[in-house]
């Protein structure tokens, strides 16, 4: 794009930016344009596009950028969309909630004043929530949709804002396409109208959804009872700490232990450089709490409170992280064993991405299983389709990224009600004299040994989106028949929607995603995709390890984890050969 036009769109922008902070931050670019270019192509060359994850990106002024101009033309876009497709809106509402980030009070006022100006009540959450709350209270007050405004585990300079259907689930084709047509038939964001703050129709919430919540939450625990077991807690200053001790005090774990420095929400998550609770040294006070207090389990949740990070003691006395996957394995097993009565077609979901283990679970337990794109929004759909067309009952679902949710309390993934029911399988193994750890090798040594990890590459910017597109286009074009030691038996290409395997071509049945699987001789596999809100190209390894008689788990998972390593290396150097830079 010409930079003149560049300079003219910006000033276009900023005639009808109804912010005056982002007005003065694009004058200060304005100024000396030759200056700030570079700056200026990234936030004028491009805008957010809402999809099925909504809308996040950094904070400041432009198109492509978080901002209140964004927030009002989206929410006017979603307004207009639900007239449209719901008759009854106006008496049903839409629920707005925030989380604790920098801008998230100001956008979910914002959000909540352009719903009452098109005469739809807002249903808003005065505090700060958890993200699963919100997801709860769209079924539990029979709202048409959801606004919440988050940008969950992404760094502080970033906020973003998400949506739900009526259903409680986040939005999936078609009506992300809608709502992104009806955003772009919006007038300028200073010509969007706003009620009012204190109009008949921004209802605040009070405390009765909440109470709600935490007791379908409460009845999730499967051995209710009360447990002294030391259990130490982080919020990453997030929104999930005062709901995690008002849980968990009421379903009787005496001996919650909150990393106090982190208790707090605090949009500036000055203790960690990233507040996602898979990154290096993120869960380094949670650890060093553990470690004093000698506690065998350690929780954490990132800052909206959505998913779900697990330590525990093993019968050595070592704290080790388990993965997401691991987590999952757990808690599915857990609740497909543990459940009574167990429901009639129990029904287990998880990712393209995440442990096959659960697969093999669920058919040796005889429940049902699918999977779906990576995504919540895929999961919590799903369960509702196999619902209605087969009267499956939903008992659980995961991707590997710690996300859970455990029965129908949320629709998408709850690290609150996950928390309580990790506590409660850990009372349970207590009890039984045995550790986590103990429990996943029994789990391993019955349903088989599985090892996964990820490797991700960040490639920031315009260039990095080319260099994405190009490592993708290239592993199309030329694609692997083996990969390190193990041959390729299938390619699954989720974007051209075909599996290819021993020479025969077949269908996919999940929706086209910029997505490819090779499935590994012995039930190994490997799958890269493009990140969805982060510049990032992901590679995912899961790799099947046999068991032989008696043979010792700790040197069966050695052997798989040296397995992997090869098997990841193998897979960079030819992903360098297809275009990553080295």
């Known amino acids: 794009m010409e930079f003149e036009t560049i300079l003219r769109d910006a000033a276009a922008w900023r005639a009808a930016d109804p912010d005056p902070i982002t007005v003065a931050e694009l004058t200060a670019l304005l100024a000396q344009p030759r200056d700030h270019e570079v700056e200026l192509r990234d936030r004028f060359g491009a805008s957010l596009e809402f999809g099925t994850a909504g809308l996040r990106g950094v904070l400041g002024a432009g198109p492509n950028r978080m901002n209140r101009a964004v927030v009002r033309r989206t929410t006017a876009g979603l307004a207009r969309y639900l007239l449209a497709k719901v008759p009854e809106v106006k008496e049903r509402g839409v629920v707005v909630g925030r989380d604790g980030r920098r801008m998230s009070p100001e956008f979910a006022d914002d959000a909540a004043r352009v719903l009452a100006a098109h005469g739809i009540p807002a249903l808003v959450f005065p505090t700060p929530v958890p993200t699963p709350l919100v997801a709860f209270a769209t079924t539990h007050l029979r709202a048409a949709a959801a606004v919440m405004v988050t940008a969950s585990h992404n760094p502080p300079e970033y906020n973003g804002y998400k949506v739900y259907w009526g259903n409680g689930a986040q939005i999936i084709p078609p009506h992300d396409r809608g709502i992104a047509a009806a955003i772009d ?316 395997r021993a020479g025969r071509v077949e269908k996919l049945a999940l929706p086209p995603s910029n997505v490819i699987s090779y499935g590994l001789e012995g039930g190994s596999r490997i799958t890269l995709r493009p990140s969805g809100t982060e510049p990032k190209i992901k590679y995912y390894f899961e790799l099947r390890q046999p068991l032989a008689e008696g043979e010792p788990i700790a040197a069966a998972r050695a052997k798989a984890k040296e397995r992997l390593i090869r098997l990841e290396e193998e897979f960079v150097r030819q992903a360098r050969e297809r275009g990553q830079p080295g």
């Open 185 to 500: 038939a919006v007038e300028p964001a200073n010509q969007v109208h706003l009620a009012s703050p204190d109009a008949v129709l921004v209802r605040p919430l009070g405390d009765e959804v909440g109470r709600a919540w935490v007791e379908a939450i409460l009845a999730l625990r499967l051995h209710p009872s009360p447990c002294d077991l030391p259990i130490v807690y982080s919020a990453m200053h997030g929104v999930g700490g005062a709901w995690i001790e008002r849980a968990f005090a009421e379903a009787g774990f005496s001996r919650l232990l909150p990393v106090a420095q982190q208790q707090q929400p605090d949009g500036a998550f000055p203790t960690v450089r990233f507040p996602n609770p898979e990154e290096p040294g993120a869960m380094d006070l949670c650890t060093a709490l553990a470690e004093r207090e000698r506690a065998p389990l350690v929780l954490a949740n990132d800052p909206d409170a959505d998913r779900l990070a697990v330590m525990a003691r093993g019968a050595d006395g070592k704290l080790r992280a388990l993965t997401g996957n691991e987590v999952g394995v757990l808690l599915g097993h857990y609740l497909l064993t543990q459940t009574r009565p167990l429901p009639d077609k129990p029904l287990v979901i998880t990712t393209i991405v995440s442990s096959a283990q659960l697969s093999v679970i669920a058919a040796d337990l005889g429940a049902r299983y699918d999977e779906t794109l990576t995504g919540f929004k895929w999961i919590g759909n799903r369960a509702l389709e196999r619902l209605r067309d087969e009267g499956a009952h939903f008992l659980f679902g995961y991707e590997e990224a710690l996300g859970y949710t455990v029965g129908t309390v949320a629709r998408d993934k709850d690290g609150v009600g996950a928390a309580l029911v990790f506590a409660d399988l850990a009372a349970w193994c207590d009890r039984r004299g045995v550790t986590v750890f103990d429990y996943l090798e029994e789990i391993q040594r019955r349903h088989g040994l599985f090892v996964a990890d990820q490797r991700s590459f960040t490639f920031p910017g315009s260039e990095g989106a080319a260099t994405i597109r190009g490592i993708m286009q290239g592993f199309r074009a030329n694609p692997p028949e083996r990969i390190g030691e193990l041959a390729v038996a299938a390619v699954n290409d989720y974007e051209a929607g075909e599996s290819r």
